[in-house]
T-cell receptor, first 111, second 115 residues
């Protein structure tokens, strides 16, 4: 069964600090992995997308890594801002046919 | 350039009723996917429409149906509403023929509450 597990479930950090969110997946065959940011009550917004051959990708203060051998990904947020408070969702695609979503990590950046 | 738009923003229905949600894709996009997101959960894929036909479908009962119009906009219909249908319904649009493999842009969602 295809599964995407994210950790931690929730996280509180101080403004200006860095943090790393984790995503482990058991999906086959793997096509790509995406990280989305979802503000409360809003639709997800794509941050990064990585294929099998990519092991890191950045989008401003967001850097995603992918280890296809261990089936793990991480999203690192640098110099956090209050606006980073949101849910971060890891999504893995199999071939071109199935998207499997994680439950998300709820991040709260505190002043 | 307007992104993906959805209407209504919020909706309250009672059990057994029927509901129609609407979605207009991002300009230039021809594919619309619908997702259900329960509180505290990740989105679950309902179905995808391309060229006015349902191309793929997730594990949802036949109470969930949809339609795509020639202008690529789409509707999601849910019949015989259950309390468990309460969720945020997300529409995502994309361009191309790769189905869910295309980059999807999400709308703000419609919050459905079933009482």
């Amino acid at each position: 069964k295809n599964q995407v597990e994210q950790s931690p479930q929730s996280l509180i950090i101080l403004e200006g600090k860095n943090c790393t969110l984790q995503c482990n997946y058991t999906v086959s065959p793997f096509s790509n992995l995406r990280w989305y940011k979802q503000d409360t009550g809003r639709g997800p917004v794509s941050l990064t997308i990585m294929t099998f051959s990519e092991n890191t990708k950045s989008n401003g203060r967001y850097t995603a890594t992918l280890d296809a051998d261990t089936k793990q990904s991480s999203l690192h947020i640098t110099a956090s801002q209050l606006s980073d408070s949101a849910s971060y969702i890891c999504v893995v695609m199999t071939g071109y046919s199935t998207l499997t979503f994680g439950k998300g990590t709820m991040l709260l950046v505190s002043p | 350039d307007a992104g993906v738009t959805q209407s209504p923003t919020h909706l309250i229905k009672t059990r057994g009723q029927q509901v129609t949600l609407r979605c207009s894709p991002k300009s230039g996009h021809d594919t619309v996917s619908w997702y259900q997101q329960a509180l505290g959960q990740g989105p679950q894929f309902i179905f995808q429409y391309y060229e006015e036909e349902e191309r793929q479908r997730g594990n949802f009962p036949d109470r969930f149906s949809g339609h795509q119009f020639p202008n690529y906009s789409s509707e999601l219909n849910v019949n015989a509403l259950l309390l468990g249908d309460s969720a945020l319904y997300l529409c995502a649009s994309s361009r191309g023929r790769r189905g869910l493999g295309d980059t999807q842009y999400f709308g703000p969602g419609t919050r459905l509450t079933v009482l």
